[in-house]
């Protein structure tokens, strides 16, 4: 398993960063994707919770921006999953959610999360947000 | 007057007074029952005496379930805690009346308890009302949750397509899309823009929910005021610029820390310098001034030289969706929700906004006042 973990790292080429996306909207899947792309990054999209907690049982991404409201399995579940497994300890985990109210953001802070963008998002201010994790 | 003339004469105001008046002995036999009381109930004099009141003019159960027997039984041997009592009553015909008495223990030779006097007045009315209020308060109470819920789910609901309005026209403007021709530009600005006003309009909305609600918590904390003020105009700088419109500010010495919410001063600031590069015909001047209004306040104000505020329009000027027509208005540069909340903002904080404005084409001055120590 780690091998196969390592092996998809080095594929990842050169220092191009991995930023997992997990958003069951399809067009905000699509800007959030596309965004990531034209500013450098490899992209690993999840459409659920639980196809999210999947993917990352094969490959650690630097950072994941997760959506709150998920079929399935919810960002803050996933969240819980991402902390039980030790090999994602350094995974920068960020927000993303329409639910902008002070007791969502405040939820979200509680839960561990790394930050909280609200939607809808500011795409140079994410960009930067994220590039200031990865550093 | 001999003894016996003054009884009479007692014993007829007791008869014929407008109040309920009867007297039960301490098993809840009635011994006394006046005229009104008789009129009151429906029964005649012979009907009730001798009658216990359970049964009677109580009934063994109130409407809410109570369990009057109960009471009357608690009330012999517990007399004190009855001298004031609002109970539900029973009419002969069946229907329910609420009944406000005053109790008296009336004492034997011996001290021992014989009967009470029971002194009546009919609250039924006063009841219903104090019932309509409370269900009148649990429905404005539900209907608040509701709003305040309904709110939340439709900030939710209409921030997800405006992440694809928004976040996509900013996409095109992006070197990898390839360049798009003038007008192209133009359209997706104004999409962009559109996206923007409507976002400002869902925050604000929710804003003004929150503080008509009660909802609304200041995070007080210690910052510079002064820097805040200059900072503020940086981001109208280049919007003055572009208008040939002059910035300055006036800003008394000493004027530092201050312990507000950040945040909502720099939203209130940033509102009244829109507002005022809203209505300052290219060339004019804006400035803030700011000083000690005696030990316990600060005073901002943010001036113009623009079009002023006409007589007519003054009422307008704090209202919520108002915005003043006119030519110098310039599109989508606000929100009509603006001034409102920036005097809620300041009132939330204990200060007071106003404006002054000697009329059409005069300018204005807006102006707030903030305690020195809020909270």
């Known amino acids: 398993m780690i091998s196969s973990i390592m092996n998809n790292k080095m594929m990842t080429s050169g220092d191009k960063k991995t930023v997992m996306v997990v958003e069951d909207e399809p067009l905000n899947m699509r800007l959030t994707v596309d965004l990531l792309e034209m500013n450098g990054f490899n992209v690993l999209s999840c459409i659920d919770g639980s196809s999210a907690v999947e993917t990352l049982k094969q490959a650690v991404p630097d950072l994941i921006l997760l959506d709150i409201n998920l079929p399935k399995m919810n960002g803050f579940e996933v969240r819980k999953k991402i902390r039980e497994d030790s090999r994602l300890d350094k995974v920068k985990v960020i927000a993303l959610s329409a639910s902008v109210m002070r007791e969502d953001e405040e939820r979200v802070r509680a839960a561990g999360f790394d930050d909280f963008i609200p939607k809808p998002i500011d795409t140079k201010g994410l960009i930067k947000k994220i590039k200031d994790h990865l550093s | 007057m001999s003894g016996n003339g003054l009884k009479i004469e007692y014993s007829e105001l007791v008869e014929n007074a407008n109040s309920i008046i009867l007297r039960m002995d301490m098993k809840g036999n009635v011994t006394y029952f006046n005229r009104h009381a008789r009129e009151f109930f429906g029964y005649k004099l012979e009907e009730i005496l001798g009658k216990n009141v359970v049964g009677t003019i109580v009934a063994p159960t109130d409407t809410s379930g109570r369990d009057l027997k109960a009471m009357i039984d608690d009330m012999a041997l517990h007399p004190s805690s009855y001298v004031n009592n609002e109970n539900e009553n029973m009419l002969r015909g069946g229907a329910r009346v609420w009944i406000a008495w005053t109790n008296k223990t009336i004492l034997d030779e011996d001290g021992r308890a014989k009967e009470i006097l029971c002194i009546g007045n009919n609250i039924t009315r006063l009841k219903q009302a104090e019932e309509e209020i409370l269900k009148a308060k649990e429905a404005a109470e539900s209907a608040n949750k509701a709003k305040s819920s309904f709110l ?148 901002v104000c943010v001036w113009d030289t623009g079009i002023g505020i006409d007589e007519k329009d003054r009422s307008k000027v704090f209202s919520e969706f108002e915005q003043i027509d006119s030519e110098y208005s310039r599109k989508y540069a606000g929100t009509g929700l603006g001034m409102p909340l920036s005097k809620k903002f300041v009132e939330l904080h204990g200060g007071k906004m106003w404006f002054e404005s000697e009329g059409k084409g005069k300018g204005a001055r807006f102006c707030f006042t903030l305690p020195l120590n809020v909270g």
Do not use: C, W
Request: no cysteine; hydrophobic share 40%; aromatic share 4%.
């Open chain 2, 152 to 299: 939340a789910n439709m900030s939710h609901e209409l921030r997800t397509p405006l992440n694809a309005i928004i976040g996509f026209s900013e996409l095109m403007k992006e070197d990898g899309v390839g360049r798009l021709n003038e007008k192209q530009e133009e359209y997706i600005d104004y999409i962009h823009e559109s996206g923007k006003h409507l976002l400002s309009l869902i925050n604000d909305i929710l804003d003004l929910s929150k503080v008509e609600s009660g909802k609304m918590v200041l995070e007080l904390g210690k910052f510079d005021l002064k820097a805040l003020l200059e900072k503020s105009l940086v981001f109208v700088k280049e919007k003055a610029a572009k208008h040939g419109i002059a910035l300055s500010t006036d800003i008394e010495e000493g004027i530092g820390a201050v312990k507000a919410d950040e945040r909502k001063v720099k939203q209130v600031v940033f509102n009244l310098l829109s507002n005022s590069m809203k209505f300052t015909p290219d060339g004019g001047k804006i400035g803030i001034n700011a000083r000690k209004a005696g030990d316990k306040e600060i005073s």
